[in-house]
């Protein structure tokens, strides 16, 4: 059974550019969770998909946005780069219960210059 | 809201030592999980330990949801025990995963 997929696995961007990172689920996982960690803030939970749908949301800017597709990939947009985005971004599956397992891809390595 | 708290944030074992990470949350919670991340970046999903105590290879967990704390104990520990090992736990309002600062653990060769 395949993991988590996250690409790309690095990404240099500059200050106002955009990026969309993706992740594809362990198959027949329904629910996909986004989480940002840096050195100064530690894990923090971006959002939640469920089915195609936000089911939760972390207290982030609107600049950080994603969406789920019907295969349940899911992808992470940042629009108007900041230098404190840079971090590691980090993508969960599970099936979607409050019980269930996460289970995390590599994560993509973003820095912003 | 919920804080929760990992002690020590630091430690440095030799190998084959024992050692026990603990997990304190202000509150009662629900599905407290354990996760270990390498040096890579990778997390893996230790344990999900709501209540009791589980046990997989040399690794165990303990939660007493009661008083508000949760034990994990690695024995004969490797160099590939190294890394941060996180506890988290789901918040019931909104499912949105709450994470410990993380213990980092070396352990030397």
């Known amino acids: 059974k395949a993991g988590v997929t996250q690409t790309p696995r690095y990404l240099i961007k500059t200050r106002g550019q955009q990026v969309t990172l993706s992740c594809s689920p362990i198959?027949?996982?329904?629910?996909v969770s986004w989480y940002q960690q840096t050195p100064g803030q530690g894990l923090q939970f971006l959002f939640e998909y469920f089915s195609e749908t936000q089911r939760n949301k972390g207290n982030f800017p609107g600049r950080f946005s994603g969406r789920q597709f019907s295969n349940s990939r899911s992808e992470m947009n940042v629009s108007t780069l900041e230098l404190g985005d840079s971090a590691l971004y980090l993508c969960?599956?599970?099936?979607?219960?409050?019980?269930?397992?996460?289970?995390f891809g590599s994560g993509t390595q973003l820095s912003v210059l | 809201g919920i804080q929760v708290e990992q002690s020590p944030p630091d430690l440095i074992l030799q190998e084959g030592a024992n050692s026990t990470l603990r997990c304190n949350f202000s509150d009662s919670v629900n599905n407290l999980q354990w996760f270990h991340q390498n040096p890579w970046g990778q997390l893996i999903n230790l344990f999900y330990i709501p209540s009791g105590t589980k046990q997989n290879g040399r690794l165990s967990a303990t939660t007493v949801a009661t008083e508000r704390y949760s034990l994990l104990y690695i024995s004969s520990s490797q160099t590939t025990d190294s890394g941060v090992y996180f506890c988290?736990?789901?918040?019931?309002?909104?499912?949105?995963?709450?994470w410990g600062a993380g213990t980092k653990l070396i352990i030397k060769p």
């Open positions: 969960a599956s599970s099936r979607g219960g409050p019980g269930e397992k996460l289970f």
């Open positions: 988290a736990f789901r918040s019931d309002s909104n499912y949105q995963l709450i």
């Open positions: 198959s027949g996982h329904r629910s």
